[in-house]
């Protein structure tokens, strides 16, 4: 074999042959299975989205009615994990909490048997029904706050918002999460999908692997730029300032962070979908000044860069709906977690069915055949 060329990033390198979802970066589409999101966010629900990522197929109304009450059976802590998220110090940052207690969840959870679909499904159903809780549930505990148990009745958004806060939440919050969690329910192989299937080539469980990726997400460069697009917001000030805030920034070489993709080169499809999300929820709400800054930054930067193909992605807006539902900044990186679980699960299964260690080469550019300099 030739010698190899290194490609930094893997950037363009296929991983894996995949039929979960689909991206057109110059065009801007994004589809799960073949339909699309904008389709998928109006019409349909977070559970009935990650059935279709898991499986291949929209669920019917059977399927759909138990697989929902499969996921509000699945989805009590047992107690031992409970305990270890309450003994976790207040400090941690939530997403270091949730790779810790996916971890965790599968130290108490029946062993996974690989060998076996059925343990396989339950496992990946049973982390996509408690991701959710595992979060509300550190959100309590570093808050000072008793833990609330989840209900099995609710939907994965309402029982979330139930989980946080022990109240009944109103059916717009509900909603506009719900929408949310379909619009990260999934995205190709971005680094965290393809962390979770390097773990899952080692045989792993799905508890292991998406513990995983949820390390790989948290990262600035990936799912962590959400709530770095608000402080950044925070910063800038007013809307007379942006122009001057981003040639400060530019001339400092530093990146604005929810603006640019790997793989889009046009205005990431769900950064449309959330913005589209954010006004309803301000004309319900009232609006925010971010709103007005974030506009205009859009304007300013994409003058700028828009000709290289840097246009606002998913992080953008999604920092402002989650702030208007209340949620803590730093929460926003693990929503989008609990809802790429279903991701990664569908990712995890589809690398066992034809499963191959993840074993790259690398490019040796070091010394070799030293002489140790006691000899
Ligand atoms: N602001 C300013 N310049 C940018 C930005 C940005 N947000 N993104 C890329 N560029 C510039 C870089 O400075 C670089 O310029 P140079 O060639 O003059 O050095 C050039 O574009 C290429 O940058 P890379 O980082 O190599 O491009 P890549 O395609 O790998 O970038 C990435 C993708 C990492 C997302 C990048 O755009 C970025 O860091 N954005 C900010 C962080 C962010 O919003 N991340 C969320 C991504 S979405 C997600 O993961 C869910």
């Not at 296929?14 to 999101?37: C, H, M, N």
């Not at 995205?187 to 799905?206: G, I, K, L, Y």
């Not at 930067?301 to 953008?316: H, K």
């Amino acid at each position: 074999m030739s010698n190899p060329e290194l490609v930094p990033g893997l950037a363009g390198i296929p991983a894996a042959e995949s039929s979960i979802s689909f991206i057109d970066g110059q065009a801007g589409v994004l589809e799960y299975r073949g339909y699309k999101i904008e389709d998928l966010s109006a019409n349909s629900t977070y559970e009935e989205v990650a059935w279709l990522l898991l499986y291949g197929e929209l669920p019917t109304a059977d399927e759909l009615s138990a697989f929902e009450a499969d996921l509000g059976r699945l989805r009590e802590l047992p107690e031992a994990l409970v305990k270890m998220i309450q003994a976790m110090p207040a400090t941690a940052h939530p997403m270091q909490a949730l790779q810790a207690s996916l971890a965790g969840l599968g130290m108490v959870s029946p062993k996974t048997n690989l060998r076996d679909a059925a343990s396989k499904d339950e496992a990946c159903r049973r982390v996509i029904a408690c991701t959710p809780v595992l979060v509300a549930a550190f959100e309590r505990v570093r808050a000072g706050k008793d833990y609330v148990a989840p209900k099995a009745e609710l939907s994965t958004a309402a029982n979330f918002l139930w989980c946080l806060d022990g109240e009944s939440p109103d059916d717009v919050a509900v909603r506009t999460l719900d929408c949310a969690l379909i619009l990260h329910a999934e995205h190709t192989m971005n680094a965290s999908t393809f962390a979770c299937r390097v773990v899952a080539s080692t045989e792993n469980d799905p508890y292991t692997s998406c513990s995983g990726a949820v390390g790989a997400l948290f990262g600035p460069l990936h799912g962590g730029a959400n709530e770095r697009v608000l402080k950044q917001l925070a910063t800038i000030g007013s809307v007379d300032e942006v122009e001057a805030w981003y040639d400060a920034k530019s001339a400092n070489k530093q990146k604005v962070m929810g603006f640019g993709h790997r793989v889009y080169k046009t205005k990431d499809p769900r950064a449309n979908n959330l913005q589209t999300l954010a006004t309803e929820l301000f004309q319900t709400l009232g609006s925010t000044p971010k709103y007005d800054l974030a506009l205009k930054l859009e304007e300013v930067v994409t003058a700028r860069l828009g000709d290289r193909g840097i246009y606002p992605n998913v992080d953008f807006f999604s920092g402002l709906v989650y702030e208007k539902l209340g949620l803590d900044t730093d929460v926003f990186t693990p929503i989008f977690a609990m809802a790429r679980v279903a991701g990664y699960c569908a990712h995890y299964l589809e690398q066992h069915l034809d499963n191959k260690l993840f074993r790259p080469g690398q490019i040796y550019a070091g010394q070799r055949d030293r002489a140790l300099p006691r000899s």
